[in-house]
Nanobody
């Protein structure tokens, strides 16, 4: 079994910053891809950013230039640095981990990010 624990969400004013973290533990020895998704009320879950081994990260157009995804392979951890946050960034953010291509992906429980004055 694999467990994902997210942290770092909260309430922030427009223009502010937050850093999300997600630690993967359990029966996992290497991770091919790590990603962050988000889901706002009434909307479908959408990809925010994704990073794979040996490849450049990719971002949703709405966050490009403001968000940065990174990973620490030694710690099985993925981060999402979110700068210049906007009210439309308000959502539950979910961590997603793919151990290898074709594997079942794992999801975190989600962490709430609220951008409001």
């Amino acid at each position: 079994q694999v467990q994902l624990v997210e942290s770092g969400g909260g309430l922030v004013q427009p223009g502010g910053s937050l850093r999300l973290s997600c630690v993967a533990s359990g029966s996992i020895f290497s991770i091919y891809a790590m990603a962050w998704y988000r889901q706002a009320p009434g909307n479908e879950r959408e990809l925010v950013a994704r990073i794979t081994r040996g490849d450049s990260p990719n971002y949703a157009g709405s966050v490009k230039g403001r968000f940065t995804i990174s990973r620490d392979n030694a710690k099985n951890t993925v981060y999402l640095q979110m700068n210049n946050l906007k009210p439309e960034d308000t959502a539950v953010y979910y961590c997603n981990v793919l151990p290898y291509i074709g594997a079942k992906p794992y999801w975190g429980q989600g962490t709430q990010v609220t951008v409001s004055s």
